[in-house]
């Protein structure tokens, strides 16, 4: 039997310099090309403590605005050194905004040029 898999919505931008929300709280960039059949995108979880920015997006820059009101972006965290691209470097200087990643991940990112860079203490 074939198990089906939970697919997300689509994240094209409602308008231009707006992200999707796909859940209350939660809000994404449009998808990007991560390398054969895979697409990737940036989210933005708002939180009480500091919304979080997840992952990356090429095209950030014309989202300050949209993420301005949604309440700007506290943290930046980063899955894999993958990840690591001087658009997150961007981000977390425009909103003065730390970045964390794992520990195992935090030597790599820092040689990709991600600056504020630190490992997650829990």
Not at 27 to 37: H, N, S
Request: aromatic letters at 6%; one cysteine or more; hydrophobic letters at 35%.
């Amino acid at each position: 039997m074939h198990e089906r898999l939970h697919q997300l919505p689509r994240t094209e931008p409602i308008a231009p310099g707006q992200l999707r929300a796909i859940a209350p709280g939660l809000w994404a960039c449009p998808d990007e090309p991560f390398g054969g059949p895979a697409n990737t995108c940036g989210f933005l979880l708002q939180r009480p403590a500091g919304n979080a920015f997840v992952y990356s997006c090429s095209s950030i820059e014309s989202y300050y605005d949209h993420i301005d009101e949604l309440g700007g972006v506290a943290l930046v965290l980063l899955n894999h050194r993958d990840e690591a691209t001087r658009h997150v470097t961007t981000l977390a200087n425009h909103y003065h905004a730390p970045v964390r990643a794992h520990q195992a991940e935090v030597e790599a990112c820092t040689e990709r040029g991600v600056e504020s860079m630190a490992a997650l203490t829990q």
